[in-house]
C-alpha cells in the first residue's frame, strides 16, 4: 500500500500536466486560427476552445478568446448566454447571488469567489473563550475568518482589475446587438470605467522605460487580432447607444404628455438613425412610434409599422395587441380576431412553459408574468364579443374614412391627395426598404422570409386603401350625380312654373283692358254725382243762414 502510493501520486501529477499540455497547445492552435480573422477558422478556434474549457472550464484566456470568437462570428446570443449573470437586467430578476457577502465585489470576480460561498463559518475564535488578557477582564474575542477571505481576495482582485474588464467590453456589444440597450450602455460604461482604472494604476506604478518595453512585449490574450482601436469603437458605440435612448426617452415622454406629433418626429428620429439598429429595438420604436399615430389619426401608418414590427419579430407582443386595436379603430372585425387568437396561443405558451424569454432572446416591453392569466381573461373576452359582432354582420362595414384619414362629407380633391399619398407610401414594393437601417445579426430566421412577410402584410394593406378609395369614390360619384339630377330636376320646374306664368299674363291682358274702360266711365259718373249732391248741400246750407233763399249758381259752383 506504501509502495503504490508513490506511484499513483505520479499518475496524478502526470494526468494534469497532460491536460495541462493538451489546454495550452488548444490555445495556442486557436490562436493561430483566429488571426486569420476567416469565419471557417475562427470556427474551428471556437470548437477547440470549448475542449480545452471541458479540461480548465475557468481559464480565463479561454474565456475570453471564445466570447471574442462569438462576436466576432456574430452568433451574439451565445455571448450573452455564456456571460448572462453579468447582465444588470438579469441580474436585478434574481440573476444575483443572495448572499449579501459577494455585494461589495466586482461583478468580474464572481468566478473567483463563487467557490468560497459553501464557507461560512461566522466568528470563529482563535483562542478559547475562557481565557483572559493579562491587563484586564475582557476576553481575548476573534474576527471573522469569512471576512478576512473575503477581503483577502477582495484585494488581490483590485491588483488585477483588468482581467475582468473584457467581460463587460464583449458583452456590452453583443447586448447592443440583441437591442437590450440600457443594459449594453451600463456594460460599456463600466468597461470604459475599468479600464481608466487600470491606466490609471499602470502609469503610476511603472516607470518610464516600462512602456515601451510593455508594448513589444506579448501580452497573451492582450495581443487579440480583434482589439485593435477597440476602446475608439466601444467608445463611438456608447456614444451612439446614449444618443437613441435619449431620443426614445424624449419619444416616450411626449407620448405621455399628450403630444402625439412629436412622439412621432423623436420615434421617426430613431428609426432613421445612419448606424444601423436592431431588430428587436426597431420594433419597440415601431409599436411605439404607431401609438402616436393613432393618437393624431393615421390609422393607416399606424398598421404598415406594427406589420414591420411583426415582420422582424411575429411573436412580438406589444405590436400584436397595438396591431390588433388598430384593426377594431377601423372596423376590419376578421383581422382583428385573427391578430387576437395569435396573442391567445402566446399567452397560453407562456403559462404552458411557466416563464416569460430570457434576458438573452428579444425583451417584451412591458409583459409580466404574473399579469398574463389576467390578461388573457381579458382577451378571451374580448374575443368572445368580436366573434358575436362578426356573427351579427358587422365583419365587413369597414371604416374606410377613418383608415385613409379623411373626415366624411369630404371633398373629392382631399379624399385623392389623402389616397395618393398614402399609395405612393405604403407600396408593396417599398415595405422592405426599412430593413437597409436594421441590423437582422444573429437570427434564427431566413432574411427572405422576413422580406416575404412584410411585403405580404403591406400588400394586405395596400389592397385595403385601394379597396376603400374605390368604395368611397364611387360613393361620391353617385351623391354628385344625385345633387345634379336633382339640381336638373328644380331647374325644369323652375322653367315650367316661369312659363305658366307668363302664359297667364298673357291669356289675362285683354281682361284687364276692359275692365280699365268700365272703371273710368264708372268713375266720371260718380263725380257727376257727388257734384250735384255738393250744390244741394249748400243751398240748404244758405237757407238755414237766412229767411229768404239765397240763389245760388251752380255753374258757378262747380270744380
Given at each position: 500500500?506504501?509502495?503504490?502510493?508513490?506511484?499513483?501520486?505520479?499518475?496524478?501529477?502526470?494526468?494534469?500536466?497532460?491536460?495541462?499540455?493538451?489546454?495550452?497547445?488548444?490555445?495556442?492552435?486557436?490562436?493561430?486560427?483566429?488571426?486569420?480573422?476567416?469565419?471557417?477558422?475562427?470556427?474551428?478556434?471556437?470548437?477547440?476552445?470549448?475542449?480545452?474549457?471541458?479540461?480548465?472550464?475557468?481559464?480565463?484566456?479561454?474565456?475570453?478568446?471564445?466570447?471574442?470568437?462569438?462576436?466576432?462570428?456574430?452568433?451574439?446570443?451565445?455571448?450573452?448566454?455564456?456571460?448572462?449573470?453579468?447582465?444588470?437586467?438579469?441580474?436585478?430578476?434574481?440573476?444575483?447571488?443572495?448572499?449579501?457577502?459577494?455585494?461589495?465585489?466586482?461583478?468580474?470576480?464572481?468566478?473567483?469567489?463563487?467557490?468560497?460561498?459553501?464557507?461560512?463559518?461566522?466568528?470563529?475564535?482563535?483562542?478559547?473563550?475562557?481565557?483572559?488578557?493579562?491587563?484586564?477582564?475582557?476576553?481575548?474575542?476573534?474576527?471573522?475568518?469569512?471576512?478576512?477571505?473575503?477581503?483577502?481576495?477582495?484585494?488581490?482582485?483590485?491588483?488585477?482589475?483588468?482581467?475582468?474588464?473584457?467581460?463587460?467590453?464583449?458583452?456590452?456589444?453583443?447586448?447592443?446587438?440583441?437591442?437590450?440597450?440600457?443594459?449594453?450602455?451600463?456594460?460599456?460604461?463600466?468597461?470604459?470605467?475599468?479600464?481608466?482604472?487600470?491606466?490609471?494604476?499602470?502609469?503610476?506604478?511603472?516607470?518610464?522605460?516600462?512602456?515601451?518595453?510593455?508594448?513589444g512585449e506579448d501580452g497573451g490574450v492582450a495581443a487579440f487580432p480583434f482589439?485593435?482601436?477597440?476602446?475608439?469603437?466601444?467608445?463611438?458605440?456608447?456614444?451612439?447607444?446614449?444618443?437613441?435612448?435619449?431620443?426614445?426617452?424624449?419619444?416616450?415622454?411626449?407620448?405621455?404628455?399628450?403630444?402625439?406629433?412629436?412622439?412621432?418626429?423623436?420615434?421617426?428620429?430613431?428609426?432613421?438613425?445612419?448606424?444601423?439598429?436592431?431588430?428587436?429595438?426597431?420594433?419597440?420604436?415601431?409599436?411605439?412610434?404607431?401609438?402616436?399615430?393613432?393618437?393624431?389619426?393615421?390609422?393607416?401608418?399606424?398598421i404598415a409599422d406594427c406589420n414591420r414590427a411583426l415582420a422582424v419579430d411575429?411573436?412580438?407582443?406589444?405590436?400584436?395587441?397595438?396591431?390588433?386595436?388598430?384593426?377594431?379603430?377601423?372596423?376590419?372585425?376578421?383581422?382583428?380576431?385573427?391578430?387576437?387568437?395569435?396573442?391567445?396561443?402566446?399567452?397560453?405558451?407562456?403559462?404552458?412553459?411557466?416563464?416569460?424569454?430570457?434576458?438573452?432572446?428579444?425583451?417584451?416591453?412591458?409583459?409580466?408574468?404574473?399579469?398574463?392569466?389576467?390578461?388573457?381573461?381579458?382577451l378571451n373576452a374580448r374575443i368572445h364579443q368580436l366573434r358575436g359582432r362578426?356573427?351579427?354582420?358587422?365583419?365587413?362595414?369597414?371604416?374606410?374614412?377613418?383608415?385613409?384619414?379623411?373626415?366624411?362629407?369630404?371633398?373629392?380633391?382631399?379624399?385623392?391627395?389623402?389616397?395618393?399619398?398614402?399609395?405612393?407610401?405604403?407600396?408593396?414594393?417599398?415595405?422592405?426598404?426599412?430593413?437597409?437601417?436594421?441590423?437582422?445579426?444573429?437570427?434564427?430566421?431566413?432574411?427572405?422570409?422576413?422580406?416575404?412577410?412584410?411585403?405580404?402584410?403591406?400588400?394586405?394593406?395596400?389592397?385595403?386603401?385601394?379597396?376603400?378609395?374605390?368604395?368611397?369614390?364611387?360613393?361620391?360619384?353617385?351623391?354628385?350625380?344625385?345633387?345634379?339630377?336633382?339640381?336638373?330636376?328644380?331647374?325644369?320646374?323652375?322653367?315650367?312654373?316661369?312659363?305658366?306664368?307668363?302664359?297667364?299674363?298673357?291669356?289675362?291682358?285683354?281682361?284687364?283692358?276692359?275692365?280699365?274702360?268700365?272703371?273710368?266711365?264708372?268713375?266720371?259718373?260718380?263725380?257727376?254725382?257727388?257734384?250735384?249732391?255738393?250744390?244741394?248741400?249748400?243751398?240748404?246750407?244758405?237757407?238755414?243762414?237766412?229767411?229768404?233763399?239765397?240763389?245760388?249758381?251752380?255753374?258757378?259752383?262747380?270744380?
Amino acid at each position: 500500500m506504501t509502495a503504490g502510493s508513490p506511484s499513483l501520486a505520479a499518475e496524478r501529477k502526470h494526468w494534469w500536466l497532460s491536460n495541462r499540455k493538451v489546454v495550452d497547445k488548444n490555445l495556442r492552435e486557436a490562436r493561430v486560427l483566429i488571426a486569420t480573422q476567416e469565419q471557417s477558422n475562427v470556427s474551428k478556434a471556437v470548437g477547440l476552445l470549448d475542449a480545452a474549457l471541458a479540461l480548465s472550464p475557468r481559464l480565463e484566456a479561454a474565456l475570453e478568446l471564445k466570447a471574442r470568437s462569438l462576436l466576432f462570428l456574430r452568433r451574439f446570443r451565445e455571448v450573452a448566454g455564456m456571460l448572462q449573470d453579468y447582465i444588470p437586467s438579469h441580474k436585478a430578476g434574481g440573476g444575483g447571488g443572495d448572499d449579501g457577502s459577494t455585494s461589495s465585489l466586482s461583478a468580474g470576480d464572481h468566478f473567483s469567489i463563487a467557490s468560497s460561498a459553501p464557507l461560512n463559518r461566522e466568528r470563529a475564535n482563535l483562542l478559547s473563550p475562557g481565557r483572559e488578557q493579562s491587563d484586564g477582564d475582557r476576553s481575548f474575542r476573534c474576527f471573522s475568518v469569512s471576512d478576512l477571505k473575503r477581503r483577502l481576495l477582495a484585494g488581490l482582485f483590485k491588483t488585477s482589475q483588468g482581467e475582468g474588464e473584457w467581460r463587460y467590453l464583449v458583452l456590452g456589444q453583443a447586448c447592443c446587438h440583441l437591442g437590450m440597450m440600457e443594459d449594453a450602455m451600463v456594460l460599456l460604461q463600466t468597461s470604459r470605467r475599468l479600464a481608466s482604472a487600470a491606466s490609471r494604476r499602470e502609469s503610476v506604478c511603472w516607470s518610464d522605460d516600462s512602456f515601451d518595453s510593455a508594448a513589444g512585449e506579448d501580452g497573451g490574450v492582450a495581443a487579440f487580432p480583434f482589439s485593435e482601436s477597440e476602446s475608439e469603437s466601444a467608445s463611438q458605440l456608447l456614444a451612439h447607444v446614449k444618443l437613441i435612448l435619449r431620443r426614445r426617452a424624449a419619444a416616450l415622454a411626449a407620448l405621455d404628455t399628450g403630444l402625439p406629433a412629436e412622439a412621432v418626429r423623436h420615434f421617426s428620429k430613431v428609426l432613421d438613425s445612419r448606424r444601423g439598429l436592431p431588430g428587436s429595438f426597431a420594433a419597440g420604436c415601431l409599436v411605439g412610434r404607431a401609438t402616436a399615430y393613432r393618437a393624431i389619426g393615421r390609422l393607416a401608418d399606424g398598421i404598415a409599422d406594427c406589420n414591420r414590427a411583426l415582420a422582424v419579430d411575429p411573436s412580438f407582443i406589444p405590436a400584436l395587441r397595438a396591431r390588433a386595436d388598430l384593426l377594431e379603430a377601423v372596423n376590419a372585425l376578421p383581422d382583428c380576431l385573427h391578430d387576437l387568437e395569435h396573442l391567445k396561443l402566446l399567452y397560453d405558451a407562456i403559462l404552458r412553459d411557466r416563464k416569460l424569454s430570457e434576458p438573452p432572446r428579444r425583451p417584451n416591453h412591458d409583459i409580466r408574468y404574473r399579469d398574463i392569466p389576467a390578461n388573457l381573461r381579458t382577451l378571451n373576452a374580448r374575443i368572445h364579443q368580436l366573434r358575436g359582432r362578426v356573427a351579427a354582420g358587422e365583419g365587413n362595414n369597414v371604416d374606410y374614412y377613418a383608415l385613409i384619414g379623411v373626415r366624411r362629407g369630404c371633398t373629392r380633391p382631399e379624399l385623392v391627395r389623402a389616397h395618393l399619398l398614402l399609395t405612393l407610401k405604403h407600396k408593396p414594393e417599398k415595405a422592405v426598404g426599412f430593413m437597409d437601417r436594421l441590423e437582422l445579426a444573429d437570427d434564427h430566421r431566413d432574411l427572405d422570409t422576413i422580406r416575404d412577410q412584410a411585403r405580404m402584410s403591406a400588400s394586405i394593406l395596400y389592397r385595403m386603401l385601394q379597396k376603400g378609395y374605390a368604395i368611397m369614390a364611387t360613393v361620391m360619384e353617385e351623391e354628385a350625380a344625385g345633387k345634379q339630377r336633382a339640381k336638373e330636376a328644380l331647374a325644369n320646374a323652375a322653367a315650367a312654373v316661369a312659363s305658366q306664368v307668363s302664359a297667364l299674363r298673357t291669356a289675362e291682358k285683354p281682361k284687364a283692358e276692359r275692365n280699365g274702360e268700365d272703371t273710368a266711365v264708372a268713375a266720371t259718373a260718380a263725380a257727376a254725382v257727388l257734384q250735384s249732391v255738393f250744390c244741394r248741400d249748400m243751398a240748404v246750407a244758405g237757407s238755414m243762414l237766412s229767411h229768404r233763399a239765397i240763389p245760388v249758381n251752380v255753374g258757378a259752383l262747380s270744380c
